[in-house]
């Protein structure tokens, strides 16, 4: 998907069409999720610090990240990959690799790019958002072709030509060369793929060590077996907040663990799981990271005991000079709970159901904050003017922009915080229909990969 988060954005708020939006946690220490191509002609870019995006477009849209319904629109996406093959295989919300072989989808170039392209008419159709496609013969290319696509294209890597192809790119364009490995073959006087290719196996070993200097002259010459896969095990559930100011008292550094407890154990009962071991993450102010974990006798999804847990490992961890990230998490997950696990936290059986907070909720047993949180890019409804989203809010206001994903660019109002007419709302859809399912082509023999 093309600048998803910004794209879904940009198709909810009419007014912000065409204009520069960047996602991302907006207070002191957040960093940018994702940037639409407008913002991107300034500079800004994903992992940049927002601090840095502001100052590169100052006149940008800064919006809080609406996770919940990315996800709706992302299982639309994956429902429509998966009606051209069994293998699909995420890497995140909005990008995954299809194995068209698989699903009898594509057994040549042409019967591929028709694929490709009415998997790009179908996405647009029930999102009203763009995607990108790369076909290719192994996951590699066909990642590399739909970065080539972008945005809103289709690209084929023909076979016999990927080596010309790989050759001029730098050589961060490959899976596994980052920052620090691109410098240091940089040094090297190892800049392209091409280089990395002529430079041999020997010397990339003696470079890069064993592991690595095999994976990478392997890739430099297109070579990459790796399946399609179509189911990932999930292997631990866990959630975290960044503070804006580190948090320095410890009864306040106790409530929030709690909290987290709380998250942590909604979306692992959200995922039908329950888990053995807890633990706690702590990054204290000098960045200095910490984890802690217990192990239980067996799983639970019980918030008492995953909440009891996660305080007694807390307790190890030395908070003074503050506190700047605080995490709970799960694993050794099982799709069952162990019941005499809830005999271990006092009261538990009377506890109310867990649903998961926001990350900037308060806790539960803290002090009611003074005027309600209106976080920019969020969805409200007022009972005079109807849905709108908040533009901004701050010294008592609250900035609204009254539009509809199909409605023209809306009016701008300003009401108090505590205004009783005005309440958060749930996201519009981006479109008023869907399409029929998709029906792969008939065909057999060999095919590729797709990335979209």
Known sequence: MDAFFASVEQASKPSLRGKAVVVGGLGPRGVVATASYEARVFGVHSAMPMAQARRLAPNAAYLVPRFALYRSISDEVMRLLRALSPLVEPLSLDEAFVDLEAGGTAWDERSARLAGARLRADIREATGLTGSVGLAASKMLAKIASEQAKPDGL????PGTER?????????????VGPATGDHLRRAGIHTVGELAEAGEDELVRLL???HGHALFAMALARDERPVVAERETKSVSVEDTYDVDIHDRV????????????CVGRLRGAGLSG??????????????????????????????????AERLLESVDTTGGVRLLGVGVSGLADYTQEDLFAQAAGAAGEDPVREEPADAPAADGPAPAERHWPAGHDVRHTG??????????????????????????????????DPALEPADPLPLVSRRPGEVEGAQGGGGAGTESA
């Open 155 to 158: 690209v084929v890597i023909e």
């Open 164 to 176: 010309a192809l790989l050759g001029p790119l730098s050589v961060r364009t490959l899976p596994g």
């Open 209 to 211: 060590g064993k592991a």
């Open 252 to 263: 306040r550094v106790g409530a929030e663990v709690r909290r987290l407890a709380g998250r």
């Open 276 to 309: 053995r071991t807890i633990v706690l993450k702590v990054r204290r102010y000098d960045f200095s990271t910490l984890t802690r974990s217990e192990t239980l006798r067996g799983p639970t999804d019980d918030p008492a005991v995953v909440r009891e847990a």
């Open 385 to 418: 003017y109807g849905h709108g989203w908040v533009q901004g809010s701050g010294l008592g206001r609250v900035t609204v922009r009254f539009e509809t994903p199909g409605s023209p660019p809306g009016r701008v109002r300003t009401f108090r915080t505590d």
